[in-house]
């Protein structure tokens, strides 16, 4: 490889899929202030993904809804009629 034309910051991180739970172990340059224990029992950085290959639909064949809102402003949205 040629010299200086890589990052200097580029280590082992994880990558996780936040709606599956799906984790994977890379390489990357991708800042992050967020740590996790991994398997071997080494911590690396960790970088939270909304889709990956585990939960998107090209890869699964299928359509997997996303609660990325949340429960809690569901009920909120649902219910503020009430409120009074």
């Known amino acids: 490889m040629r010299k200086g034309i890589h ?3 580029y280590r082992l991180c994880v990558f996780k899929d936040m709606s599956t739970d799906f984790a994977i172990l890379t390489k990357s340059c991708a800042d992050t202030n967020d740590k996790i224990k991994w398997e071997d029992g080494n911590e690396y950085p960790l970088i939270k993904m909304e889709i990956s290959s585990e939960s998107h639909p090209f890869y699964t064949g299928k359509a997997k809804m996303i609660d990325a ?4 402003d569901k ?4 219910y503020k009629k009430f409120n009074k």
């Open 7 to 9: 990052p200097e910051n």
């Open 69 to 72: 809102a949340g429960r809690i």
């Open 75 to 78: 009920f909120k949205n649902k």
